[in-house]
Structures are given as C-alpha cells and as structure tokens.
Nanobody
Framework: QVQLVESGGGLVQPGGSLRLSCAAS????????MGWYRQAPGKQRELVAG???????NYADSVKGRFTISRDNAKNTVDLQMNSLKPEDTAVYYCNADILHSSGVVLTTSDFWGRGTQVTVSS
C-alpha cells in the first residue's frame, strides 16, 4: 500500500521559517500532482500549494511570495519551504498526492493523504 509521511512541523515565531517534507512510499508506479493543504481549527481544509509532475506550481494567494513548493521525482518527495510565517499560517499541514499504483494485478490512480503535521506560529 502507499503511504505519505510528513515531517518538519513545529513552533516558530512570527517572521520565522520552517521546511515541511513529505515522502511517499509503497507500490508506486508514478506520482502525478502533489500538494500541501492546511486546516486551521474551525476552518475548512484549503490548498496551500501544488506542483505537477513536470514542475508547474500554483499557490494560494495568502502564501504567494512566502512559500515555495518543490519535489524530487527520483525520491518521491515534496517539500514546502515556508518563510515570513504569520500567526494566520497556524494549522495542521497535510501532504497530498495523486498516485498511479499497483492494486493487486492492476494499476490504478488514487488520491493519498498524509496524517498531517502541526505548524504553530506564535511569539
């Protein structure tokens, strides 16, 4: 089975930086789009940044110019560099990937999520 595991969350002061990493493992044939989402208490989960297999990126307006998403296709990883963090960036951050994987004797595409990592921006 396929798993996504995030790392790198924590507590940081406003204006600080954090780098989140996500590694995919398992019976992976190809990873299509990857992305980071976040969910703050009492709010809906929202897309923070996405990246296609060819490297095209998109960002939420609230993080443009501060966050950078990148991926390593050889290692099946996706990172999120977060700079100039603000208290409103506080949330649980989730890794997401659209993955072509083996399911028995067939290949199928499924959407996978990590368990999330907490990011808290506070003085």
């Amino acid at each position: 089975q396929v798993q996504l595991v995030e790392s790198g969350g924590g507590l940081v002061q406003p204006g600080g930086s954090l780098r989140l990493s996500c590694a995919a493992s398992g019976s992976i044939y190809r990873i299509n789009a990857m992305g980071w989402y976040r969910q703050a208490p009492g709010k809906q989960r929202e897309l923070v940044a996405g990246i296609t297999s060819s490297g095209s990126t998109n960002y939420a307006d609230s993080v443009k110019g501060r966050f950078t998403i990148s991926r390593d296709n050889a290692k099946n990883t996706v990172d999120l560099q977060m700079n100039s963090l603000k208290p409103e960036d506080t949330a649980v951050y989730y890794c997401n990937a659209d993955i072509l994987h083996s399911s028995g004797v067939v290949l199928t595409t499924s959407d996978f999520w990590g368990r999330g990592t907490q990011v808290t921006v506070s003085s």
